[in-house]
């Protein structure tokens, strides 16, 4: 079902949703609290992205190590973005990412043995829209 929305920067968009009614409903408020895909790529694309990430919470030693992945984490992330032609649930899923707080999510996902992308994917589903 197609629905028009407007996202948080003003911006109307329309996306498909599939699936159970509570799916759609939670699907539709996370596009509602959140920016259009433009606006995000812009915001991705400024110097000022990585500055404005929220501050780590964790021992000393977690948070030093965290932020170096969340760099690594979202530049990997980036990339990948880029060469799948701009898919906007990669989108989606570098911002989750960047919404982070707690060191031990980055930590984890780099010492999980899965890919870093399947990391955050299974991450952003269990918390999210899915």
């Known amino acids: ?8 920067c003003g911006h109307e968009i329309i996306i498909d949703v599939y699936g159970e009614t509570l799916k759609h409903e939670k699907k539709l408020l996370f596009y509602r609290e959140n920016e259009c895909p433009d606006c995000l790529i812009r915001s991705l694309e400024k110097q000022e992205f990585m500055k404005s990430l929220p501050s780590l919470v964790g021992s000393d ?5 965290a932020l170096q992945l969340r760099e690594k984490h979202i530049n990997l992330l980036r990339r990948s973005y880029e060469e799948s032609c701009c ?8 911002f989750f990412v960047a919404k982070l707080t707690d060191a031990s999510s980055f930590i984890n996902a780099e010492m999980s043995g899965s890919s ?3 990391f955050y994917s299974n991450l952003y589903r269990s918390k999210n829209i899915n």
């Open 1 to 8: 079902m197609k629905y028009k929305i407007i996202c948080s």
């Open 61 to 65: 030693k977690q948070i030093r190590w």
């Open 87 to 94: 898919n906007d649930e990669l989108l989606w899923l570098i």
């Open 116 to 118: 870093i992308l399947g």
